[in-house]
């Protein structure tokens, strides 16, 4: 039977031949992950069951990225949590302040998560990694405390939806765009229990620094997983980088879809989404045309926290100043990436703007710190999620673009277009 | 399981996990703390006036967003005992299910409960009675392996289970 690549990975970790959509599955996973804010209640559950070790200490990951540098008395008590429980269970994979980042910029920048892998991760950006061809998607605490204990998770195959994108990108249009975009068309709940498969020319020759902001941003339109079959450019990625061996699977030519999206991407623009929910998605013409005021620009996040997202936003800020009574937030991702953005003279350009560069942290994305709105401020964010809330006081609003608008907004103090600054 | 009886309390479509419990209060796991903020982006002031039994019936997609157990947890220990959406985000399902907090499926329900209505459910068979209203609908039925699940007492346990066989 012709099997899609999320059927092949799930099979394959559940010992059978094929499985089809509907099934329920006993599969191993490669990678349980959890953070600062997840872990705790996982750790608890963990520890309620009475096994004494992990499943394995090389494949359960402890990322306290959330609140850390911990923001207060309460986050340190979570994060301590987690750190006595990597010493005590011997976690090879626990990352402290100084060697932390960003989750879901981490892991694949360190070759831990891989092409072919089952992962599951108490965080809902997980399906991050199905930029690298592997399965994976958010659980919650609980699922994530019993597969830490045993390896083993439950999973009803989900349907796939097939997004076909064609043609080549238009300037300033990111792989964040495309997702918007297409969150725009699914809407917040078009792909709930299903999983989406990205594909097309478009994506071929997309560097896996877009291919991960829409994977990553696959839940925001209820997926499962988002994933995009392995190629050249994902081998390229993965090869200096793995710690262990990996497998490629991909989609056969007559795999069943429930569904098929086919998009042309040379019309589209970069995308701006209106508070509250991500499929408010308009074309950033569009927002400026509405002369959108604001007060923060977050650049960062595990959706564009990249080398190259930080690249390109220091194309738009070279030899220009953030607007008065703006604050300008850059984020990396890890701190990889902040060596880098150092390397390249980016750090330059940024404190030159009159940016303030944090470290890397999940902070304002999720409204935890370094950057919370008061009632009435507006922020552009690279981040994933423009909730009521999301970054701070209830009556704030959080508008999702590329970092080349959130740069040009940051500039102009409006929601503005990279062309009115390049 | 006995039945629950309660007083209706509305929301609308796509309920996130931040407008359930906001990250601000996320640097605790505490049941009780949690519980104080419950739904407070949604309905500022629902913690105060919910009453233990009480159910929730809201649009579509509830409990969309993050992959937060604190969500489930703050509205339990709410004393929120069941709640009633045409359909949940799939990461709160799993994790209604895990942490003991009855769900139902019912676009129909949803619809028709309006605020304040008394209302009684029978989670063993999925009735939902509107007794203000005089209606009966039956939520879509609890998929066969979650059955199980919840028949072991939940996902924890029925790992207990599995692993003192061995």
Known sequence: ?422 | MNNIEGKAWKFGDDVDTDAIIPARYLNTSDPQELAKYCMEDADPGFAGKVAVGDIIVAGKNFGCGSSREHAPIAIKAAGVACIIAPTFARIFYRNAFNTGLLILESAEAAAAIAEGHQVNVDPATGTIKDLTGGQIFQARPVPEFMQKLLDDGGLMEHWRKRLQVK
């Open chain 1, 1 to 422: 039977m012709a099997q899609t690549i999320t059927e092949k990975i799930l099979a394959f970790h559940a010992g059978l031949k094929e499985v089809e959509p509907g099934q329920l599955i006993e599969a191993q996973v490669d990678i349980a992950l959890a953070n600062d804010v997840t872990a705790p209640i996982a750790i608890a559950e963990f520890e309620k069951l009475g096994v004494e070790k992990v499943f394995d200490d090389e494949r359960v990951l402890l990322i306290p990225d959330h609140f850390t540098p911990n923001k207060d008395i309460k986050s340190a008590e979570q994060a301590k949590i987690l750190r006595e429980f990597a010493k005590q269970q011997k976690l090879k994979n626990y990352f402290e302040i100084g060697r932390v980042g960003i989750e879901h910029v981490l892991l694949p920048e360190q070759g831990l998560v891989l092409p072919g892998d089952l992962i599951v991760g108490a965080d809902s950006h997980t399906c991050t990694y199905g930029a690298l061809g592997a399965f994976a998607t958010g659980v919650g605490s609980t699922d994530l405390a019993a597969a830490m204990a045993t390896g083993k998770v439950w999973f009803k195959v989900p349907e796939t939806i097939k997004v076909v994108y064609h043609g080549e990108l238009p300037p300033w249009v990111e792989g964040k765009d495309l997702i918007l975009h297409t969150i725009g068309l699914l809407k917040v709940d078009g792909a709930l229990y299903q999983a989406i498969e990205m594909m097309g020319e478009t994506i071929s020759s997309l560097p896996m620094y877009g291919r991960m902001s829409m994977a990553n941003m696959a839940i925001e339109a209820g997926a499962k997983n988002g994933i995009i079959a392995p190629d050249e450019i994902t081998l390229d990625y993965v090869r200096p980088r793995a710690q262990r061996d990996y497998t490629l699977f991909s989609s056969d030519p007559d795999a069943n879809y429930c569904k098929t999206i086919e998009i042309d991407v040379t019309k589209i623009r970069p995308q701006v989404a209106y508070p509250p929910l991500p499929d408010k998605s308009r074309s950033v013409d569009q927002a400026a045309a509405d002369n959108i005021a604001i007060d923060q620009v977050v650049i960062g996040s595990c959706t564009n926290g990249r080398i190259e997202d930080f690249r390109l936003a220091a194309k738009l800020l070279k030899g220009k100043k953030a607007a008065p009574f703006m604050r300008l937030l850059i984020i990396p991702g890890t701190q990889d990436v902040y060596r880098q953005m150092i390397k390249e003279g980016l750090t330059e350009i940024f404190l030159d703007a009159e940016a303030l560069i944090s470290p890397p942290t999940c902070g304002p994305c999720l409204g935890g710190h370094m950057g919370i709105l008061a009632a009435g401020e507006r922020a552009v964010a690279t981040t994933n999620r423009n909730f009521v809330g999301r970054m701070g006081h209830p009556e704030s609003e959080v508008y999702l673009s590329n970092p080349a608008v959130a740069a040009a907004s940051a500039i102009l103090g409006r929601i503005a277009t990279p062309e009115e600054i390049i």
